[in-house]
Structures are given as C-alpha cells and as structure tokens.
C-alpha cells in the first residue's frame, strides 16, 4: 500500500522548493569536490549551475522515454514509469558531472525491468540500442558496472507506485458508482495524455499516485465539457468534508500548472550544455577513491574522451532508433 511505503515516507516532498534545494546541493558537492581534486577551480565556468544540470536531466529524461517508447517487445508503462521514476531520484541528489546521464538513464531502465518483472534478457536490452554488437556488450558492461551504485543511491527502495492502476480503478469506480456518465472509456485517451505530460514534470515526487490519477480523470473529463464535480462530491463522499476536497482542488490546479510551466530545454542550448557536460567527463571528475563504482566503463577506455575508431564510439543518437530522432 502506497500509505505505508517507502515513496511516501521518503520520496514524497512538500514543494518544488525542496526539490530545488536538494538539486543545488547536490551541485555544490559536485563542485567542491572538483575543487578539492585540483582538476578545475571551483568557478571554472565548464562547470554546471544547478539550471543547467536540470535542463539536461529534462532532455535526457525525455530520451529515456523515447527509448522505452521504441523499446521491443513492448515495455509495459508501469516500467516506464518505474525508469522515470528511478532517473528522478538518483538526479535529485546526485550531479550530471559526476555520473553521466546518458548510461544512468539506461541503467535505470534495466533496473525497472528487473523490479517489475518485465521479462527480458539483458542481450535483449541492449539490442534496443541502435549499435554494432561490440558496442551493445560494452554497453551492457556499463549499466552492470552502476547498477548496483544506482540501487544504493536510491537507498534500496525499489517499489515505486505508479499512478495507471488508479487510474483504472478510478474508472472502474465510474462505471459502477456514478450513472451521470454513459461511457466513462470516453475519458481515457486524454487522460493518457496527461499522464504522459504530468509525468515529464516533478508531480511524481510532490503527490500520490491517486491524486495524479484522479487530476488525469477530472482534467479528462473538463477537456470533454464534462462537469464531475458531483462525483467528487457525492461518489467519493468529500461533500462534508470541506477542508479536504479544498486541498484536493488546490493539489490538482497545482499538478496542471506545473504541465503548463513545463518547458523542454531548447536544441541549441542542450547541444551548448552536453559540450560542457563533455568537458566535465573529459576531465574525468571522479570524486570517489572507488573509480570503479563511479567510471566503472572507464577501465576499458570506453566512452573516454580518447581517440577511438568510430565504430566504438556510443553517443546519444544509439539510444534509440533513428525514426525518433
């Protein structure tokens, strides 16, 4: 149950001012670090701000679900939301310069397809990736090498609630409890689409699961010309209670502005963000004494900032196929 698990207690936050307070700390450990090492002066500007680290986590999040999108077999969207999920948590308090999102967005891919059972091989998986073989296994030695630093940097809470199976129990409640609406299947294409939207966002880490579920329903439901405020009223018995459907209503505006002010990064700025972000890993900013938990697929000099021939080389353009890119 979602009230007694591990993302209530500890991956659900008060407001987006803690997210952002934990994002800039996470950045300034990063640059201390990097100070400390002696590699770059801590105002060296080929580090990252704190805005420039959640822009590339915008553009490199949305790669993640095109590549689950294109995913073959079909990924079940309760693993998508995992991934997303799992990518949210580990840049929340980690930096983009020390751990390079392009595998970490991989790793937590694989690792959701582990946690909710989606049964394929890791030969499987990586043959997603739009790569020769030998780029395919040294791949896969990547998001081995952090699989297990992503785990422990999500402190072991693997179980993630994701809001789809509310929302059919949602609709499954409309169908019996509440006649005023003929044909409730009316509502779900749009509200598939703003599960899609809202889960680009920070709503995961701010509301439950039930709460994004039903905002999906209502804000359907409002797209459709249809007024459910009787079934919040009268089907779910918030007509006494005030105070709680005021919250509600108030978690709901706030879950569509935040699809509102959603804005991906611009090409040409994220392509000016990734040469820095370059720089940084050029650099090799390995702040742990354990450069193997940290740059583990650096020991084979893969994806270093070293002359390769260019079959082995792995960019972002081999994440998914070339239709989506």
């Known amino acids: 149950m979602f009230h007694s698990s591990t993302q209530r207690r500890h991956w659900t936050f008060c407001g987006g001012e803690e997210l952002a307070r934990r994002r800039a700390e996470g950045n300034r450990r990063a640059r201390a670090r990097a ?7 801590q105002g060296d500007p080929v580090l990252l701000e704190p805005h420039e680290e959640l822009a590339l986590c915008k553009y490199y999040e949305k790669r993640l679900l095109d590549f689950c999108a ?3 077999p079909a990924m079940p969207r309760s693993v998508v939301g995992t991934a997303c999920m799992y990518f949210k948590r580990f840049y929340l308090n980690n930096s983009v310069m020390e751990y390079h999102p392009r595998i970490i967005m991989l790793t937590c891919a694989f690792l959701a397809c582990k946690i909710d059972e989606f049964n394929v091989s890791s030969a499987q998986f990586v043959g997603n990736l739009r790569e020769s073989p030998l780029g395919q296994e040294k791949a896969l030695e990547q998001i081995l090498e952090y699989e297990l ?3 422990q940097e999500l402190n072991f809470h693997l179980i993630i609630h ?3 199976r509310p929302f059919e ?5 409309i169908k019996t409890r509440y006649p005023v609406l003929e044909n409730p299947e009316v509502l779900r294409k749009t509200a598939d689409d703003f599960l899609n939207r809202v889960a680009l966002t920070d709503a995961y880490l701010l509301f439950t699961p039930s709460q994004i579920a039903l905002t999906a329903i209502l804000s359907s439901g409002s797209r459709a010309g249809i007024n459910m405020e009787s079934y919040l009223s009268e089907s779910l018995m918030l007509k006494e209670n005030r105070s709680t459907l005021s919250r509600l209503l108030d978690d709901m505006k706030c879950m ?3 699809i509102k002010r959603y804005e991906l990064p611009r090409p040409e700025e994220v392509a000016a963000l990734k040469q820095k972000l370059e720089k940084c890993h050029s650099l090799e900013l390995s702040f742990n004494t354990n450069l193997k ?3 583990g697929y650096e020991d084979d000099e893969y994806v270093t900032k070293k002359c390769k021939m ?4 792995w960019t972002d353009d081999d994440l998914v196929d070339s239709a989506l890119l």
């Open 256 to 258: 569509k502005n935040l």
């Open 149 to 151: 630093l992503l785990i």
């Open 35 to 41: 100070a400390a090492s002696g590699k770059v002066p």
């Open 70 to 72: 294109a995913f073959k």
């Open 162 to 164: 994701n809001p789809y």
């Open 310 to 313: 260019d079959e082995e080389e």
């Open 293 to 295: 938990k940290r740059k």
């Open 169 to 173: 129990g949602f609709l499954i409640d």
